[in-house]
């Protein structure tokens, strides 16, 4: 059974690019989580994600930075016109959690995906 | 809101040497917490889930313990060695039952041989 699964692992964009990070969850997993680490810094929640619905994006952005998580195939964080700022490790993680019930699952992260943008 | 807090932020000891990493959260109405275990450009280990009811769950050289009153867990590692040398993250969730976590600061681990 593969863990979560990110890629690319490094990414480097140039300041106005769009960035684009893929996150398979594991074999079971239904709900995803993104977090940012900016460096030195601490892991920060951005989004909650279950199959094709946002659940909660409080910790995201307002502007530049989606996620989706569609029927088939991966989720992804897309991040418009990247500015230097974004730089960061951008770790993804599952859980089996059933919305409704309590939760008392782990999470389990991926290797994370480095953004640099020169 | 749940905020988390951990000290030291950066510990150093000599090999064999047992430690204890310090956590406190200040919303105590968890479900569960979470540590972590991060290397230097990785991605993130879990080490221990503690389940509210739990006061304790032990891995090998690693207890952590729980307790909700007080809003603090401890992680204890027992003789400790250069391999433990990391980042170690502690997790408690955030409201509204979604499952996200609140990720403390984390306390860097150096162990010397």
């Known amino acids: 059974n593969a863990g979560v699964m990110q890629n690319p692992r490094h990414l480097v964009r140039r300041r106005g690019q769009e960035a684009r990070l893929r996150c398979s969850p594991m074999k079971g997993h239904s709900h995803v989580y993104w977090y940012r680490q900016l460096p030195e810094e601490g892991l920060k929640f951005m989004v909650y994600?279950?199959?094709?619905?946002?659940?909660?994006e409080s910790g995201m952005p307002k502007e530049r930075f989606s996620a989706e998580f569609p029927k088939e195939g991966p989720s992804i964080l897309r991040i418009q016109q990247v500015v230097r700022g974004d730089s960061a490790a951008y770790f993804c993680?599952?859980?089996?959690?059933?919305?409704?019930?309590?939760?008392?699952?782990?999470?389990?992260f991926g290797e994370g995906s480095r953004l640099t943008v020169l | 809101k749940q905020e988390v807090t951990q000290i030291p932020a950066a510990l150093s000891v000599p090999e064999g040497e047992n430690l204890v990493l310090n956590c406190s959260f200040t919303?105590?109405?968890?479900?569960?917490l979470q540590w972590f275990r991060q290397d230097p450009g990785k991605g993130l280990t879990s080490l221990l889930l503690i389940q509210s009811s739990q006061r304790e769950q032990t891995s090998g050289r690693l207890n952590a313990s729980l307790d909700k009153s007080s809003g603090r867990s401890t992680l204890y590692i027992a003789a400790s060695q250069p391999g433990d040398s990391a980042t170690y993250l502690c997790?408690?969730?955030?409201?509204?039952?979604?499952?996200?976590?609140?990720f403390g600061q984390g306390t860097t681990l150096q162990v010397k041989p």
């Open positions: 994600l279950q199959k094709e619905n946002i659940i909660d």
């Open positions: 993680a599952s859980s089996p959690y059933s919305r409704g019930s309590l939760n008392t699952g782990e999470l389990f």
């Open positions: 997790a408690a969730p955030g409201p509204s039952n979604t499952g996200k976590l609140i």
């Open positions: 919303d105590s109405a968890i479900y569960n």
